[in-house]
C-alpha cells in the first residue's frame, strides 16, 4: 500500500485553505481577501448548480418569461448576476462592482464598503447555455486607492495592476482557476463535499502549443498579419505538422483548454470590429493575467494586453493569447507589418 499517496488523499487542500496559506507570506495581511474570495467561491457554487439544474428548473429561456406559479423567469445570466452583486457587497470587502450585465459600475453604500474592486462576467459565453456546452464566469480584482474616495478612475486601471484573477469554468465538471499573482492553481469542485479541492497545482501553459482556437467565420474582414497567422497554421512552410483547429465559442472554455494543452486563443480585430468582440475589463486582462501567470503571454496585435489602460468600462480589445511562442510568433507578423 502507498501510504504517502494515501496521505495525499486524506489531505485536502481546499480553496480557502490554499488562499490562507498565501496569506500568511504577508503578515500584514487582515484576511479580507480569503473573506472576498469566499463569496466569490459562493456565487460560482450557485451558478454550476443552477447550471447543471438549468433544462430541470427551467431556468432556460426570456427573462420575463412567466413559470406555472406565475413569477417572473429570470434568465441565467440575470440571476448569476443578482447573486454575484448581492454576494459580494455582503462580503463587506468590496467597493464598487463592474459587472458586464450591468451599464454602470456599482458603488458600494459607504457601510458595507472594503477595498477592493472586482471586475466580473457572471455568466460568459451565454449563448451556448441552451446547449449544454461549457460556460463560465470571469473575475479581476483590483485595489482601491482611497477607500473613503472611490471613484471610476480606480476600476479604470491597467491590466497589470490587478490583484488577483480567475475563472470558473461550469463544464463536465467545475473547475476554479485563480492567480493571486505568484503563479495559477487550478482547483475541482467536489459536489459530495461542496468544496473546490486544489487539483491543478501550479499550471503552466506549454511553451509551444498545437492547437489555435478562433472564429474563422470573420477571415473575410481579417487584417494581414492575422490572415497570415491563420493561413501558417494550416499551411506551415517550415515543414512542421498543420496544427488543429479548435473553438468552442465560450471563451472561458475555449481559454481553459489552452491553458492546460498549450497553443493561442485569438479574437482578433476586424473590419467590421475594429476593437475586437471580447470586453478588455472582465474577459480580456482577466485571461491575460492567468495566461501570463502561467508563463504565457497576450498580445492585442499593438501592445501587451495587459498595459491597456481603459476608457471606458465596457471597453472591447482584440487579443491574442496563450503559449508563449505562439504568441511570440503573431508579435513578429505585426512587427513586419507595421
Ligand atoms: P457569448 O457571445 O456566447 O457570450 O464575449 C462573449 C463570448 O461568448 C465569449 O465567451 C466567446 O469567446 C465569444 O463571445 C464568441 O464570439 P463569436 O460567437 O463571435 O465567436
Not at 476554479?176 to 473546490?196: A, Q, R
Not at 473590419?271 to 493575467?289: A, H, T
Request: proline letters at 5%; hydrophobic letters at 35%; aromatic letters at 8%.
Amino acid at each position: 500500500m502507498d501510504h504517502e499517496a494515501d496521505a495525499h488523499r486524506t489531505d485536502l487542500m481546499t480553496i480557502t485553505r490554499h488562499v490562507l496559506n498565501e496569506q500568511t507570506k504577508y503578515p500584514e495581511s487582515r484576511g479580507d481577501f480569503t473573506i472576498l474570495l469566499s463569496h466569490i467561491v459562493l456565487g460560482c457554487k450557485f451558478v454550476c448548480s443552477s447550471v447543471s439544474k438549468a433544462g430541470l428548473a427551467k431556468l432556460l429561456g426570456l427573462a420575463g418569461e412567466t413559470n406555472i406559479q406565475g413569477e417572473e423567469q429570470k434568465k441565467l445570466d440575470v440571476l448569476s448576476n443578482e447573486v454575484f452583486v448581492k454576494a459580494l457587497i455582503s462580503s463587506g470587502r468590496t467597493c464598487i462592482l463592474v459587472s458586464e450585465e450591468d451599464e454602470e459600475a456599482i458603488f458600494v453604500d459607504p457601510s458595507k464598503r472594503g477595498r477592493y474592486i472586482v471586475v466580473f462576467d457572471p455568466l460568459d459565453g451565454s449563448s451556448n447555455i441552451d446547449c449544454g456546452v461549457s460556460i463560465g464566469t470571469i473575475f479581476g480584482i483590483y485595489l482601491v486607492k482611497d477607500e473613503e474616495n472611490p471613484t471610476i478612475d480606480d476600476v479604470l486601471q491597467a491590466g497589470k495592476n490587478l490583484v488577483a484573477a480567475g475563472y470558473c469554468m461550469y463544464g463536465s465538471s467545475c473547475t476554479l482557476v485563480l492567480s493571486t499573482g505568484s503563479g495559477v492553481n487550478g482547483f475541482t469542485l467536489d459536489p459530495s463535499l461542496g468544496e473546490f479541492i486544489l487539483t491543478h497545482p501550479n499550471i503552466k501553459v506549454p511553451k509551444k502549443g498545437k492547437i489555435y482556437s478562433v472564429n474563422e467565420g470573420n477571415a473575410k474582414n481579417w487584417d494581414e498579419p492575422t490572415t497570415k497567422f491563420v493561413e501558417k497554421c494550416k499551411f506551415p512552410t517550415d515543414g512542421s505538422p498543420p496544427r488543429s483547429l479548435r473553438y468552442i465559442g465560450s471563451m472561458v472554455a475555449d481559454v481553459h483548454r489552452t491553458l492546460l494543452y498549450g497553443g493561442i486563443f485569438l479574437y482578433p480585430a476586424d473590419k467590421k470590429s475594429p476593437n475586437g468582440k471580447l470586453r478588455l475589463l472582465y474577459e480580456v486582462f482577466p485571461m491575460s493575467y492567468l495566461m501570463e501567470q502561467a508563463g504565457g503571454q497576450a498580445f492585442t496585435g499593438k501592445q501587451r494586453a495587459l498595459d491597456l489602460v481603459p476608457g471606458k468600462i465596457h471597453e472591447r480589445s482584440p487579443v491574442f493569447l496563450g503559449s508563449y511562442d505562439d504568441v511570440e510568433e503573431i508579435k513578429a507578423l505585426y512587427a513586419a507589418a507595421n
